[in-house]
């Protein structure tokens, strides 16, 4: 309500002051009645972003949840990876060393399944394996000896003792002083 309204009614002053007191009593009773609300508008904005952000962070909460899934099974994937590596690289060191011939021909006779990787990084159940098909299959096993030197001849110290090491790793009898085999 508007003074100027008031005065097109034909109010004097005096009427028009005690309407507006009036007017002003009762809006500042309403006012009483609902001046919370802008406080309770504020509370449920405040509430829509909480529950906003708290769908969020379980939405974070259950991606982290997953992701976390997805590295322990990588790892776990990776573990056996390296574990079967190790194996492989320590059952094929081991029959360098045990002089196998064919390292295909030995391991289709071996049960790899009875064999394991200790923590020293030794086969377990290798050595009575190998000495079983030693027994058997003599032939799949080289002589258990060191592999030759090689002799450049560029490196030549003196001719005798080198001529010497060359006919031993060739098979040849030795050489006899002043002798010629020609």
Not at 2 to 12: A, C, I, N, S
Not at 29 to 47: G, I, N, P, R
Not at 103 to 117: D, G, I, T
């Amino acid at each position: 309500m508007k003074t100027e309204q008031l005065k097109e009614w034909g109010l004097d002053d005096r009427q028009i002051s005690m309407v507006m007191r009036e007017n002003g009593r009762d809006i500042e009773a309403v006012k009483a009645k609902f001046s919370d609300y802008d406080m309770l508008k504020e509370k449920a904005a405040q509430l829509e972003q909480a529950t906003a952000l708290s769908e969020q962070a379980q939405q974070l909460q259950e991606q982290l949840l997953q992701w976390q899934e997805k590295a322990e099974e990588t790892e776990k994937n990776w573990k056996q990876k390296w574990q079967k590596r190790d194996f492989e690289d320590a059952l094929r060191q081991s029959l360098r060393q045990a002089g196998a011939r064919n390292e295909k021909a030995v391991r289709a006779l071996l049960k790899e399944q009875e064999l394991a990787l200790g923590e020293d990084g030794t086969l377990q159940g290798l050595d009575e394996q190998l000495e079983a098909l030693r027994h058997e299959c003599g032939y799949l096993f080289g002589p258990n000896q060191a592999p030759p030197n090689i002799i450049r001849p560029g490196n030549r110290v003196s001719k005798e003792a080198d001529d010497g090491k060359v006919r031993e790793i060739m098979g040849l009898p030795s050489f006899v002083q002043g002798k010629d085999d020609f």
